[in-house]
């Protein structure tokens, strides 16, 4: 692990980030990561959506994500196309310090083509896995590395996501742990935009600029 530049936090450590303690949030018995654990403890807010983002998508994630970083958050999500790479590349491009959790081993980050992303992300932020390095990712540890993104989070944005989406299972562990849920309105006629427009109409506060998510979070 100190060849390959991981470090390793457990439960019952104190590099854990209390968040994570939480038991709503299944404690992970150990987390590996490469980059600076620190930044897990800040004031962090998930950024989540679809895979198949939309222009709407990836230039509403690209117009909120600078002012979010200047007003103090840190961005955490995941490393798949779409959405969550949107949201991590402007988070980096804006002078942040992104948090990316993944669903494989640090050493079998997925897709091949947000590599260089990783490993962007490792240099200036954080990447974190609660499985072995060799683990390759599956549909089951995809669900379970969204309850830690919320876990690690204030509250949860819903850029774009459609009725079945992993984003809106992320909104769900939200509730459960007691985070805020914001989402960014889209197109009614748009299947992209169903799942995260229905998070408003049950109550996910809507989010037309950064201010509506740093005043809700106290900022």
Known sequence: LKQKGI??????????????KQREVCPPLVLYYRGDPDLLSGDCLAVVGTRHASRFGAEAAQALIPDLVRGGLTVASGLATGIDAYALRAALDSGGRPISVLASGLDMPSPVANIKLFEEVCARGVAVSEYPPDRNATKYTFVERNRLISGLSLGVLIVEAPEKSGALITADYALEQGREVFAVPGNITSSACKGSNALLKEGAIITLCADDVLSQLGF
Request: charged share 45%.
């Open 7 to 20: 470090g390793v936090m457990t439960r019952e450590g104190d590099k854990m980030p209390e968040r994570l």
